[in-house]
């Protein structure tokens, strides 16, 4: 995936510019007298001179495949740096710059190759030589016009096919969507039918109760009840229904309610944006909320009692207090003598007025 | 009768005290759901615009000590997901893709993870190897092996150097803020080429590979950002 864009990443850097190549080789000897120095299996015939600065690398244990074994890579840890400082008998000698470990034989070296220019031929061609030249030439600019060409007209059948497989795709994805509608309507029927049968029988299998309202002279409203179904009916045309304007932040539309994976039926309460799951209630502000609502409630039932103890104690306490108090004697006292019984002289004995 | 009075009257600022502390204690109800209710964190899931959207800044002082284990930044566990947001520049494409791990197998000692696009990973001392389809090597790493700082391999006619950049890293994309992220710097070149590419990864600590861009930057949109994230399981 990540290499496949690599690779075209790759591909357009090597199209767009000329790339230097590298050349590797291998480590044959490790010298060490002072400066540690090694010798290297390729010289001039590969590209190696005075100067060139390769690089040692040790491979470690390849990068195999977990399931298949397949190898597929191999770690190549860093040894060092070292440049080139002579060629003997075709091998070149370079001494170590920069060391990460010590060099050992058999370590690779990468490097780029570096060829000394050629010497020019100043020998002049033939002139059959030229024309032979000139010809080829020719015919090389005539293969690559017709490889343009070439590439150019093989491009149309390739797009003319992608268009068709398009084209096909599109049109079994349409048909696909014809049969899963048709497939939906079937079973919409189907279920409007189970719908009417249950609703049929639950009402005659129950003792159905029936209330008719006379809404006016031309529309009654007739409610059939049957268990736990309601069934309402317009018996005449001419009740209006109009819908009532609901205000939109507290509003539950039909459209809210979704049918969850679980199948159970759940009802997103939009703008109201309260989540009464677990997380609500393990909120500590919420419970801390509910505890001082609690409590509050609590209180203001105390206050109630007390202050209605209050009352019915204070009554008690006032009819107590008169009931024992000595003046309310002496005017009882007065009271009964003077005013409530008399003495009924005509029939000789007290009676009550 | 004065005592009476005065009991009375104590009784009644004990009631009328009583009932300011509930209506004290239901205004601080109140108060406190409305708090609770604005301060509810929805994690949702921003729209998802067709763009790389990746800021990265690289911190002086980091907030806290960044691990090191290749463990905290690339959690390998069933059920994990991550969703991308790549973009092709040669193409000229912008894809939404999403990774997860299906599968474990134990097999020589050690764990494999299988991910639901054919990619196999396990984990290997400091290191994560991520094997694709095509048997690309890609190695996930979080401290750089001394002495070089840098592990330098080669896969499918690639020369991969993987360094560690820096450490601290702050990302921001789309909308979210990723912190002591770890920056992976890849050079790569064809094995007999010398023309070196490079990109940079960032990888967040009990997150995974969150961004991924050209390197050096060259003011170029990312070209693979992490969209969500998560752990699915049964």
Known sequence: MLYTYFAVLCAVLCAVSAVAETATTRVVAVMSDGVTSVQLEAGTAQGLQPGVSVEILREGEHIVHPLSGAVLGVPQEPVGTAEVRRIDNGRAVAVMTKTYSTPRIGDMVEFEPMYPPSEEKSEESPAAVAQVIERVRGLEKDIESYQKTQKTISAYPVFAQQVWDEMGAIKSYLVTIDERLIALEAQQGED??????????????????????????????????????????????????????????????????????????????????????????????????????????????????????DDVMGDLDDYDQDFSDEDFDEDFDDEFEDDEFEDDESDGRYGAR | MASLTRRKTRSQWIGRLAGLLGCVCLLAAGAGLWFTSQRDPHIERQPVVMEADLRVHTVSAPARQAPNTVEAYYPLEVGRYWIYLRHDAVRGTTTEVERRIVRRERRDERDIYFFDDGTVAYREGEKVFEIDPEGGVNVVLADAPPPSDSYVYRSQGLHIEKEIGSRDTVLEAHSRRYENCIQVVTHFRRAEASEVMSYASYYSPGIGLVGREIWPRSGREPTEVLLAFGTRKL
């Open chain 1, 192 to 309: 409007r039918q189970h719908l009417a049968q249950a609703l049929r029988e639950e009402r005659g299998g129950q003792d159905a109760r029936e209330v008719t309202i006379r809404y006016d002279e031309d529309t009654d409203v007739r409610l059939q009840i049957a268990g736990k179904t309601l069934v309402i009916s317009v018996e005449n045309d001419s009740l209006h229904l109009e819908e009532i304007a609901v205000d939109t932040a507290t509003a539950v539309s039909l459209d809210d309610v979704q049918e969850n994976a679980a199948g159970d039926w759940a009802i997103d309460y939009g703008s109201l944006d309260l989540d009464f799951d677990g997380e609500f209630l393990e909120s500590p502000w919420v419970l801390g909320g509910i505890f001082v609502f609690i409590f509050g409630l609590t209180g203001i039932a105390i206050y109630i009692i007390k202050r209605r103890y």
